[in-house]
């Protein structure tokens, strides 16, 4: 019998831990944590848009290294980690696209800007959306996976692109305000970390569901084949 993901103590308890970790997180934002003398409340999206940026990094990169172990071993496991890390990779990496706009409209004066951390952000979400669209209308069988596995592999390239992108263009041409961590004030710093932990485990626990879905779908289509 198949059981839900949710039917296990462990997973439930996961889950309301996240839950209870995003509301911590909300009022320390919302109550705690100190206005930007120059960015006002547009700051506080920061707490969500960086962790984001972060979530969907470490999402692509396991987009990656399944898909050179699916190379390697064609296990239907790796193939289904590289497509669930994806669908959650892109969907953090939309969270990038949809925050990145609501702080930059009070502080730039317009909601997106040619700017190339950015530009190549929206290029990698981009690049995920082909992804999804071979996945979706590609033949079903090994060669969709492989050739999946590949455009996985080839799409982290951007990621340290991103990552690192202050340092290949001009200052003059980087909007972005870029303050190290370390010198921000202790309630800044702690509800950062803190926001950084819940989108990281929020990632952990997502994954482990739809690996489980995934999973309970590819035992249905092998019992339909041989039926």
Same mark, same amino acid.
């Given at each position: 019998?198949?059981?839900?993901?949710?039917?296990?103590?462990?997973?439930?308890?996961?889950?309301?831990?996240?839950?209870?970790? =995003?509301?911590?997180?909300?009022?320390?934002?919302?109550?705690?944590? @100190?206005?930007?003398?120059?960015?006002?409340?547009?700051?506080?999206?920061?707490?969500?848009?960086?962790?984001?940026?972060?979530?969907?990094?470490?999402?692509?990169?396991?987009?990656?290294?399944?898909?050179?172990?699916?190379?390697?071993?064609?296990?239907?496991?790796?193939?289904?980690?590289?497509?669930?890390?994806?669908?959650?990779?892109?969907?953090?990496?939309?969270?990038?696209?949809?925050?990145? /706009?609501?702080?930059?409209?009070?502080? =730039?004066?317009?909601?997106?800007?040619?700017? /190339?951390?950015?530009?190549?952000?929206?290029?990698?979400?981009?690049?995920?959306?082909?992804?999804?669209?071979?996945?979706?209308?590609?033949?079903?069988?090994?060669?969709?996976?492989?050739?999946?596995?590949?455009?996985?592999?080839?799409?982290?390239?951007?990621? /340290?692109?991103?990552?690192?992108?202050?340092?290949?263009?001009?200052?003059?041409?980087?909007?972005?305000?870029? /303050?190290?961590?370390?010198?921000?004030?202790?309630?800044?710093? =702690?509800?950062?970390?803190?926001?950084?932990?819940?989108?990281?485990?929020?990632?952990?626990?997502?994954? @482990?569901?739809?690996?489980?879905?995934?999973?309970?779908?590819?035992?249905?289509?092998?019992? @339909?084949?041989?039926?």
């Amino acid at each position: 019998m198949m059981e839900s993901f949710y039917s296990k103590a462990g997973n439930r308890i996961m889950a309301i831990a996240i839950s209870v970790l =995003w509301l911590v997180v909300l009022y320390l934002v919302l109550a705690v944590t @100190r206005i930007d003398p120059d960015q006002q409340m547009a700051q506080k999206i920061f707490y969500y848009h960086v962790p984001s940026a972060w979530t969907a990094g470490i999402a692509f990169l396991a987009v990656a290294v399944s898909g050179g172990f699916y190379l390697f071993t064609q296990n239907e496991k790796w193939d289904h980690l590289g497509l669930a890390s994806a669908e959650l990779g892109t969907l953090f990496c939309a969270l990038v696209l949809i925050t990145g /706009p609501i702080w930059a409209k009070p502080i =730039w004066g317009e909601p997106w800007s040619w700017e /190339p951390r950015l530009t190549t952000v929206l290029i990698m979400f981009l690049i995920y959306i082909g992804y999804f669209l071979l996945r979706q209308f590609g033949e079903i069988g090994e060669r969709t996976r492989r050739v999946s596995a590949v455009i996985g592999i080839a799409a982290f390239v951007n990621v /340290p692109i991103i990552y690192v992108s202050v340092k290949f263009w001009s200052a003059e041409a980087q909007l972005h305000p870029q /303050p190290g961590m370390s010198q921000q004030p202790a309630d800044v710093y =702690w509800t950062f970390i803190l926001s950084l932990i819940t989108f990281t485990l929020l990632f952990v626990h997502l994954l @482990r569901n739809r690996l489980h879905l995934l999973k309970l779908q590819s035992q249905m289509s092998r019992m @339909r084949d041989d039926i």
